[in-house]
Nanobody, 111 residues
Framework: QVQLVESGGGTVQPGDSLRLACVAS????????MQWARQAPGQGLEWVSNITNDGTTYYRDSVKGRFTLSKDNAKNTLYLQMNDLKPEDTAVYYC?????RGQGTQVTVSS
């Protein structure tokens, strides 16, 4: 059974950092591209970052230079390091494999 489980969210102040993790089961992440997406209150799901199956990463403009996507194939885990967080980063963050996504982890950035 394919499952994605996110963790690492929390409430932080502007400028702080968080590292999100997504543990995958039921498939091997090293063979596939994967994605982080987020959904802010009252908004639709938006793409944040993705990694292709050859390891190339892409980021939406608003997070470039602040967020870093990586994966640990040995742990079958996808990460999103988020630095210099801003209030506009507040959202539920999901990792996705195709149309499959986890339950999400809440990130709140507030002073």
């Amino acid at each position: 059974q394919v499952q994605l489980v996110e963790s690492g969210g929390g409430t932080v102040q502007p400028g702080d950092s968080l590292r999100l993790a997504c543990v995958a089961s039921g498939f091997t992440i090293r063979r596939y591209g994967m994605q982080w997406a987020r959904q802010a209150p009252g908004q639709g799901l938006e793409w944040v970052s993705n990694i292709t199956n050859d390891g190339t990463t892409y980021y939406r403009d608003s997070v470039k230079g602040r967020f870093t996507l990586s994966k640990d194939n040995a742990k079958n885990t996808l990460y999103l390091q988020m630095n210099d967080l801003k209030p506009e980063d507040t959202a539920v963050y999901y990792c996705r494999w195709g149309q499959i996504r986890g339950q999400g982890t809440q990130v709140t950035v507030s002073s």
